[in-house]
């Protein structure tokens, strides 16, 4: 079933709760198997509503966030700017998109990815990329789907323990 109406916008601080919620959802779905289940499992609510709280009060220079906002209710997030890439000073990057996983497959999705792809392009970007866990086959396929395309770009994320294969996805916008 799809969605009818998403309406994307930039978050209150009063939508941190739910953030988190969909980020330690998001996660716990799509990374079980790939993080440890102790990282998973202990990532913790307050902690993150805190986070979102002082992210969406004092973002990074140039970082934009957006939420997917349907049926009164916030869905779904994404997180862009500049590259952190030395590489691709002039590129822009997709740091994050999560959409809780009641609503995957349902339209929000679309809806967060159109308007960053939007923004990125208004911000004066001609190309942006954005990392994906090499084995997330349900995201490399919803990027694909929008035409951005594994460019051989590989890192491993050492955020985390053990560390997270991860593969560049990126599109030429203009």
């Known amino acids: 079933m799809t969605i009818t ?3 994307v916008r930039p978050p209150a601080e009063t939508d941190a709760p739910a953030l988190a919620d969909i980020q330690i959802a998001a996660w716990r779905a799509a990374y079980r ?4 289940d102790d990282y998973l499992d202990a990532m913790d609510r307050e902690r993150y ?3 979102w709280i002082r992210n969406i009060a004092t973002p990074k220079s140039g970082t934009t966030h957006l939420v997917a906002h349907t ?5 779904g997030f994404c997180i862009l700017g500049p590259s952190t890439d030395d590489g691709h000073p002039a590129w822009g990057q997709i740091y994050a998109i999560n959409v809780h996983p009641k609503w995957w497959a349902k339209g929000a999705g679309s809806a967060l990815f159109a308007a960053a792809e939007e923004r990125l ?4 970007y001609d190309k942006a990329f954005l990392w994906v866990e090499a084995t997330n086959t349900r995201a490399i396929d919803f990027y694909t789907n929008r035409g951005w395309l594994d460019d051989g770009g590989t890192m491993q994320d050492t955020r985390f323990d053990p560390p997270v294969p991860e593969r560049r996805h990126s599109r030429a916008l203009t």
């Open 5 to 7: 109406h998403v309406s």
């Open 33 to 36: 198997g790939v993080m440890s």
């Open 49 to 51: 509503a805190e986070g």
């Open 71 to 75: 049926e009164n209710q916030v869905v």
């Open 121 to 124: 392009d208004s911000l004066g």
